[in-house]
């Protein structure tokens, strides 16, 4: 799978998470998960925040776009 967003992949592996806990910290399909992650679906504004405040990290450390 590409990946959209590294640093937030990134991020969820620091912490021991992988998709299946962005899932349930959203209330999304893992489906749902892998095409946000690779770009096919955009996140929403209020799934973002909650990625972020969860992470403690801003938007601009967890969804900057891969150049690749």
């Given at each position: 799978?590409?990946?959209?967003?590294?640093?937030?992949?990134?991020e969820?592996?620091?912490?021991g998470?992988?998709?299946?806990?962005?899932?349930?910290?959203?209330?999304?399909?893992?489906?749902?998960?892998?095409?946000r992650?690779?770009?096919?679906?955009?996140?929403?504004?209020?799934?973002?925040?909650?990625?972020?405040?969860?992470?403690?990290?801003?938007?601009e450390?967890?969804?900057?776009?891969?150049?690749?």
């Open positions: 799978m590409i990946v959209k967003f590294p640093e937030l992949v990134a969820m592996a620091r912490s998470e992988n998709q299946a806990s962005l899932s349930k910290l959203l209330g999304l399909p893992i489906s749902a998960i892998s095409r992650l690779s770009g096919k679906v955009e996140f929403t504004k209020t799934e973002i925040d909650i990625i972020c405040e969860h992470y403690s990290k801003t938007y450390q967890l969804f900057k776009e891969s150049t690749k």
